[in-house]
């Protein structure tokens, strides 16, 4: 699967959001640029439109505008919804393979 398919940004945005809920942390915005930077604004504009779309990210935290232009409201709870944690969970296969390239990134670092 490329590393920028629609698939692949889904699972990266969802992936992140999921750690900051299990690490009880706020979303940074510098790591949403970080996503959005390596896939181009424009696609993940549209992916993340489309996760809120589907109900797996909480529409309070991102807002797109008509022009294509995000906002990001930092709330106290991570937006991935139960939702989006039970595509994480039936997509298992994409969660274990994205965290074994965490662990081999993490080692060549």
Do not use: H
Not at 16 to 25: A, G, I, T
Not at 48 to 66: A, H, N, Q, W
Not at 86 to 98: A, D, I
């Amino acid at each position: 699967m490329s590393q920028n398919s629609y698939e692949t940004i889904e699972f990266k945005i969802l992936q992140y959001l999921k750690e900051c809920r299990d690490n009880v942390e706020q979303i940074n915005p510098d790591q949403i640029k970080k996503i959005a930077d390596s896939v181009g604004s424009d696609k993940f504009v549209s992916v993340l439109s489309d996760l809120e779309k589907r109900g797996y990210v909480d529409k309070k935290t991102f807002e797109i505008d008509p022009q294509g232009f995000l906002t990001i409201n930092i709330l106290k709870d991570s937006p991935i919804t139960d939702q989006g944690l039970q595509f994480l969970s039936e997509n298992s296969s994409m969660t274990k393979l994205y965290e074994a390239l965490k662990e081999v990134k993490f080692w060549l670092s």
